[in-house]
């Protein structure tokens, strides 16, 4: 009912910047949170950054100051600009969203993420 599709991934020195997009789609009603987590080879998942509806932010320790989330609730997508890049950055990086949609009459909340977008930081 509801897709998430990062992009914006890429090969970048550091001290380089990217930005991130998620492009949500599907009987989407509304979108509450959503946010970043990033996946580096052998290591868990991590929370990156998160952003409420009305656009409150809060951030990792390790990208404070680095890292920005913003949204375009118009076009239902999830933005992280990605400042000062360092290798220890380098990871999968995806987002994730609670979101109320409409299927069969009613409406429904679920937790959505998107498959990953590669960024890989060079020293």
């Known amino acids: 009912q509801v897709q998430l599709v990062e992009s914006g991934g890429d090969l970048v020195q550091a001290g380089g910047s990217l930005r991130l997009s998620c492009a949500a789609s599907?009987?989407?009603?509304?979108?509450?949170?959503m946010g970043w987590y990033r996946q580096a080879p052998g290591k868990e998942r991590e929370w990156v950054a998160a952003i409420t509806s009305g656009g409150s932010t809060n951030y990792a320790d390790f990208v404070k100051g680095r890292f920005t989330a913003s949204r375009d609730n118009a076009k239902n997508t999830l933005y992280l600009q990605m400042n000062s890049l360092k290798p220890e950055d380098t990871a999968l990086y995806y987002c994730?969203?609670?979101?109320?949609?409409?299927?069969?009459?009613?409406?429904?909340?679920?937790?959505?993420w998107g498959q990953g977008t590669q960024v890989t930081v060079s020293s």
């Open positions: 994730n969203a609670a979101v109320t949609y409409y299927k069969g009459g009613g409406y429904f909340t679920g937790n959505y």
């Open positions: 599907g009987s989407i009603f509304s979108i509450n949170a």
